[in-house]
Nanobody
Framework: QMHLAESGGGLVQAGDSLRLSCEAS????????TAWFRQAPGKGREFVAG????????NYAGLAGGRFSISRDDDKGIMYLQMNSLKPEDTAVYSC??????????????????WGQGTQVTVSS
């Protein structure tokens, strides 16, 4: 069983940056593809960015727009999401998730087996 815990959310102004962290315990993150998802009020969960098994390859949703960067330290079991030039429409609960050993992290939430509790990001205009 893998446990995931996010941190780093908060209230920021438009144009600011935030770095979210996702710490894994119970199993090594190295053996999993992992991803960040977000869910805004009244909307469905959407894929933001993912990292392949072994932390080799990253993939992004269009919404990332070159503003977000995902990284992972498998030795520490921590995944990050660096978010720059934040916009009010980025306001959401951000969650990390883990699934099987995919060479490209899937964008479908239903594929993921393990989820963190989420961290709130609020961007004011």
């Amino acid at each position: 069983q893998m446990h995931l815990a996010e941190s780093g959310g908060g209230l920021v102004q438009a144009g600011d940056s935030l770095r979210l962290s996702c710490e894994a315990s119970g199993r090594t993150m190295r053996s999993y593809a992992t991803a960040w998802f977000r869910q805004a009020p009244g909307k469905g969960r959407e894929f933001v960015a993912g990292m392949s098994v072994g932390g080799v390859a990253a993939n992004y949703a269009g919404l990332a727009g070159g503003r977000f960067s995902i990284s992972r330290d498998d030795d520490k079991g921590i995944m990050y999401l660096q978010m720059n030039s934040l916009k009010p429409e980025d306001t959401a609960v951000y969650s990390c998730a883990a699934t099987g050993p995919y060479s490209t992290a899937p964008s479908s939430a239903h594929v993921y087996d393990y989820w963190g509790q989420g961290t709130q990001v609020t961007v004011s205009s």
